[in-house]
């Protein structure tokens, strides 16, 4: 059984950080997408950031807009996890966050293109 487990949300001032983590099991994603939505209150869930596989040990990571130039997205395969590094964080950033693996490879913003999805963790930002 495959299961997707987030840890390092929290509450955090505006222009803080916040490294989240996202450990997989029960298969390997290694060459797989993985990536990270958010739901606000009242909201539908938004693509945050994906990592695809570029093949070998390399990944090609993509950012939404609202994140650029704040958030990264990294890949360690020794732990299956994806991890997104959350830097300068605004109160429009507060959200549920939730990881998402796909069964494929490839792009893939929405989420009806990702098979896997963990519980969720909850970051809030305070002005």
């Known amino acids: 059984q495959v299961q997707l487990v987030e840890s390092g949300g929290g509450l955090v001032q505006a222009g803080g950080s916040l490294r989240l983590s996202c450990a997989a099991s029960g298969r390997t994603f290694s060459s797989n997408a993985m990536g990270w939505f958010r739901q606000a209150p009242g909201k539908e869930r938004e693509f945050v950031a994906t990592s695809t596989w570029n093949y070998g040990n390399r990944y090609n990571g993509y950012l939404a807009d609202s994140v650029k130039g704040r958030f990264t997205i990294v890949r360690d395969n020794a732990r299956n996890a994806v991890d997104l590094q959350m830097n300068n964080l605004r109160p429009e950033d507060t959200a549920v966050y939730y990881c998402?693996?796909?069964?494929?490879?490839?792009?893939?913003?929405?989420?009806?293109?990702?098979?896997?999805w963990g519980q969720g963790t909850q970051v809030t930002v305070a002005s």
């Open positions: 998402a693996a796909r069964a494929a490879n490839g792009l893939g913003k929405r989420v009806d293109e990702y098979d896997y």
